[in-house]
Structures are given as structure tokens and as C-alpha cells.
């Protein structure tokens, strides 16, 4: 049974590069638009989610709020934020709200995959 990895980000094209560079790695994905829309698949979706990756900047709910939700609600999913913030302000308080990792755009496809590897592993 293959895992599933919940992708969050407003921009279509981000989400469509990462679906495809995970899929080709045999991934189910699910993407939503943004931290709203992300909440209500989590609560709705049939299967678990073992991954979530989001990016921070983004309309109704940021990546930020999105983890606090998350772990509030006890979840130990393992979350990757994939941002173009790279602030170590940012980073650190991250960190600090619950991600596990902490990625910056651009990114090498190779690095996004093995970090992805390591937080489904551990």
C-alpha cells in the first residue's frame, strides 16, 4: 500500500512539479490550496495522510496556522515546509509551531525526495 502526501500551496504550479516528482516515486498525493482547504481534506479523506508538505505564504489559512491545527488537534504527521521564506526567523519559528522539516524554494528535486524519505522512515 503506498503512502499518502498531502501537498499545500496556492501556487497550481508548484503543486503540479511536486505531484509529479512524487507520484514517479509511487505516492498517492492530494493537494489543496490552501490551510482551509487543507484542513478539510484531512477531516474528510478516507485514507490517512502519512506527510504533509506546505508552504507558508498562502490566502485564508497560512502554513503557519495550518500546523498549529494540525498538531493541536494531536496529529503527529510528519510536516515539511517548502518556502521561499528562508529567514532563519522563519525557519525557527517553524520549528517552533511543529514542522518537522524545513525546506526553501528553489529546491533540488533529489533533496525534496530524500527528506520526504527520511520523514516517512522515522
Given at each position: 500500500m503506498s503512502q499518502t502526501i498531502l501537498i499545500v500551496d496556492d501556487s497550481p504550479t508548484v503543486v503540479k512539479f511536486l505531484a509529479l516528482s512524487l507520484k514517479s516515486k509511487g505516492y498517492n498525493i492530494v493537494a489543496a490550496c490552501d490551510g482551509m482547504d487543507a484542513l478539510e481534506?484531512?477531516?474528510?479523506?478516507?485514507?490517512?495522510?502519512?506527510?504533509?508538505?506546505?508552504?507558508?505564504?498562502?490566502?485564508?489559512?497560512?502554513?503557519?496556522?495550518?500546523?498549529?491545527?494540525?498538531?493541536?488537534?494531536?496529529?503527529?504527521?510528519p510536516i515539511i515546509i517548502l518556502s521561499s521564506e528562508e529567514d532563519d526567523e522563519d525557519q525557527q519559528r517553524g520549528m517552533e509551531v511543529g514542522a518537522n522539516s524545513y525546506l526553501v524554494k528553489p529546491f533540488k528535486p533529489a533533496v525534496l525526495l530524500g527528506e520526504v524519505s527520511r520523514q516517512l522512515e522515522s
Open positions: 481534506k484531512l477531516s474528510t479523506l478516507a485514507e490517512d495522510v502519512d506527510l504533509i508538505i506546505t508552504d507558508l505564504n498562502m490566502p485564508n489559512l497560512d502554513g503557519y496556522g495550518l500546523i498549529k491545527a494540525v498538531r493541536q488537534n494531536r496529529h503527529t504527521t
